[in-house]
Every structure is written in C-alpha cells, then in structure tokens.
C-alpha cells in the first residue's frame, strides 16, 4: 500500500513546494500534472520546499489521460472536492493491496467539470462552512487528507515518537 498526492495543473509554487514537503515527511508519492504555473526552479517552490527536495518522489504527466492510464490497477482514485457528497473521513484507506491516489484541482478552477461528473463516486470533501469562505487552502488540503489516511493506517513507515539530540522534553 503507498498513498500519492496528485496535483492537477497547480498555480501557486509555494502550495506545491508546502506540499512537497508533506510527502517528504510522510512517504507520500507527488504527481503532478502539467501544465504547472510555474518553473520547477522558481525560487519560492524551492523555500517552501527547503532542503527537502532530493526526499520526494515525484512523478510529471504531460496531462491528467496520461496520469489516468499511468495509475496501477490496485489503484484507488479518490477526488478530492468540495462539491463532494461525502466526507474524505468517511472513506477507508486501510486496503493493503490498494495504492491510495488522491487527486487535488487547480487552485482557480478546480478540475474539469466533465470529468468530475464521470467519477462522482471517486469525489471526497473536507467538511467547511461554505458560507464564510469559497475553499481551504491547497496544502493544507492536501495535509488533512494525507493525515487521515495515515492514521487509519496506524502511520505505518513513520516515526510516532523520536529521540532528539537537543530534546525540549527531557
């Protein structure tokens, strides 16, 4: 089982780079699925990124047929949508011989409207009082939804308590 956050034409390269740094810290597969607004050199992705950068696995589709037909078939999509008819908590992402993708719109737009309407079933949302804003931010999206996954996977791979040199606690 490996969870992958997929980012569909991102706009903004500090929410990748912030992104980026969620799968460095957790393991998780980046895919993203140009065309990027930005240059993968641009120096506000490396800082948000920091030094974090030779930790990600990242993947680049030309476009999101392509990152469809390269999904492996234990793949799980899950769309990731504030138009969603239930809660990304209500799902199940413990599956062992499922590869957990999650699929994240362009900040602006969101993803194809035709597309959403072929996999409804797929589409998940992070409960948030529409009346007061239009969405969450991209990374922190991208943070809840990974976390949760993780947790019902018992954080498998990571560390739930560690050891520092310098520890504040001890």
């Given at each position: ?81 504030k138009f969603a008819n ?85």
């Amino acid at each position: 089982m490996a969870n992958h956050i997929v980012l569909f034409e991102p706009l903004m390269p500090a929410n990748t780079g912030n992104i980026a740094r969620t799968c460095a810290g957790t393991n998780t597969h980046l895919h993203l699925i140009e065309p990027l607004g930005f240059s993968t050199d641009d120096k506000y992705l490396k800082r948000a990124g920091l030094d974090y950068w030779d930790k990600v696995d990242i993947t680049y589709h030309p476009n999101l047929p392509a990152f469809l037909e390269s999904m492996p078939e234990n793949g799980r999509l899950h769309i990731v949508s504030k138009f969603a008819n239930h809660a990304y908590s209500q799902e199940d992402y413990t599956q062992v011989d499922e590869d957990h993708f999650f699929l994240f719109g362009k900040e602006t737009t969101g993803l194809p409207e035709r597309f959403m309407r072929q996999h409804e079933d797929e589409c998940i949302r992070i409960p948030q009082n529409d009346e007061h804003v239009r969405s969450l931010n991209l990374s922190n999206t991208a943070a809840i939804v990974i976390y949760e996954a993780l947790r019902q996977q018992n954080f498998q791979g990571l560390e739930t308590v560690h050891a520092y040199e310098q520890d504040k606690l001890k």
